[in-house]
Structures are given as structure tokens and as C-alpha cells.
């Protein structure tokens, strides 16, 4: 069965330090894999996804991810985190189908 | 553009009362769905509609009804609402149900049912 496992719920990091959320999943065949950002009473917006390709992906608000085949992974990452990044991630793959797998997904807080 | 529109923003029921919650998309896309989100969960497909006129059972679909009513919306309906509704329903829309497109999100519906 498919799955997304994210195994941090809650993650703190001081501005200006790096950040590195991780994501593994569960899917046979080569996946569409997802993040998305949902700040405090809005809905989810894409920051990036991978299908095919060159396995770094950039996305928006200088995030970045790494599609890892043999660890199957797709850890999301930002050199320098900002105060505005605080919000809940989730990582998500997309099946044949169309329908998205949801992580449980991680909370971002973000120290002065 | 809007985007993806949700009404309406909060709902307090009590138990057995019925409601239906209002979805509508304006970037023309042939796909629409309905998500639950509980802390500790992410989100849980309800129901789905691949094309105006189709609609299939998504991961957590009892107690819950739907209508494409045409291209542009998509509804859900609580019959008989029941404490354990109490969530945040999110509608999305994507260009078709291939696995790589991407879903854009409305900005949710937080219901609580007594």
C-alpha cells in the first residue's frame, strides 16, 4: 500500500540556521512526490515536485528537495530559514491515479 | 483569478443536522476533490471527481454525499452530521487526475459539530 511517512511532528530552528524536513514513502512503481506549505488557517500551497529528472528540484521561497531512490526519500531543505517560514509541511506522492498520499505532516517553528 | 473559493469559512452544528459545504474553481480544471484534515493525520480524500459528470470514493467517504454540479463546482454534503465531522474540509482542483499534476488548494472550511 502506499504511504508517506514524515517522522518529525514538530521541528524548532533558529532563524537564519538551515532546515532539513524529512519524507519517506511507500510506492511501487517511480512516484510523483510532493511538498506543500500550509501557514496558520489557510489553505496548502505547492513549493515544489518532482516526477522525472534531475533528482534535486528547486521550488518556491528557496526551498529545495532531493528525490533518494534507494533510501526512497524526498527530504525537503532551505540553506536559511526565515521567520515567515513557520507554518505545518507536508510531503505527499501522487499515485497513477491522481489521488495524493498525505504525510502526517511537520510543524515548523522558527526561534528569533 | 480566485482560484479554488470554499463556502463557508466556519460551521457549528449539532449532531444530525445537515449542511452542504460549497466549492468552486476557476482555472478550468477537469478535476476536483474533497479532503478532511485532523491534527496528527495530514489529509484524508473523501470524495473525488475526475470529470464533470463523474464522481468515486476517496479514502473516507461514510457520512458524506457529493454533486459536480458543473464543471467549475463541486459539493459536499453532510446528511446527518456527527461529532466525529469535526474537521478542517479542504476542496482542490488539478488539470486531470494524472498522478504529476499538480493540486491547488481553497482555504478550508473548519466545521465543528456538537
Known amino acids: 500500500a502506499q504511504s508517506v511517512t514524515q517522522p518529525d511532528i514538530h521541528i524548532t530552528v533558529s532563524e537564519g540556521a538551515s532546515l532539513e524536513l524529512r519524507c519517506n514513502y511507500s510506492?511501487?512503481?517511480?512516484?510523483?512526490l510532493f511538498w506543500y506549505v500550509q501557514s496558520p488557517g489557510q489553505g496548502l500551497q505547492l513549493l515544489l515536485k518532482?516526477?522525472?529528472?534531475?533528482?534535486l528540484v528547486q521550488g518556491i521561497k528557496g526551498f529545495e528537495a532531493e528525490f533518494k531512490r534507494s533510501q526512497s526519500s524526498f527530504n525537503l531543505r532551505k540553506p536559511s530559514v526565515h521567520w515567515s517560514d513557520a507554518a505545518e509541511y507536508f510531503c505527499?506522492?501522487?499515485?497513477?491515479?491522481?489521488?495524493?498520499?498525505f504525510g502526517q505532516g511537520t510543524e515548523l517553528s522558527v526561534k528569533p | 483569478n480566485a482560484g479554488v473559493t470554499q463556502t463557508p469559512k466556519f460551521q457549528v452544528l449539532k449532531t444530525g443536522q445537515s449542511m452542504t459545504l460549497q466549492c468552486a474553481q476557476d482555472?478550468?480544471?477537469?478535476?476536483m476533490y474533497w479532503y478532511r484534515q485532523d491534527p496528527g493525520m495530514g489529509l484524508r480524500l473523501i470524495y473525488y471527481?475526475?470529470?464533470?459528470?463523474?464522481?468515486d470514493k476517496g479514502e473516507v467517504p461514510n457520512g458524506y454525499n457529493v454533486s459536480r454540479l458543473n464543471k467549475r463546482e463541486f459539493s459536499l454534503r453532510l446528511e446527518s452530521a456527527a461529532p466525529s465531522q469535526t474537521s478542517v474540509y479542504f476542496c482542490?482542483?488539478?488539470?486531470?487526475?494524472?498522478?504529476?499534476?499538480?493540486?491547488?488548494f481553497g482555504p478550508g472550511t473548519r466545521l465543528t459539530v456538537l
Open positions: 510506492y511501487g512503481a517511480t512516484p510523483y
Open positions: 482542490a482542483s488539478s488539470e486531470s487526475l494524472l498522478g504529476y499534476n499538480e493540486q491547488f
Open positions: 482555472m478550468n480544471h477537469n478535476s
Open positions: 471527481s475526475a470529470s464533470e459528470g463523474t464522481t
Open positions: 518532482y516526477f522525472s529528472g534531475d533528482t
Open positions: 505527499a506522492v501522487g499515485n497513477q491515479g491522481g489521488k495524493l498520499i
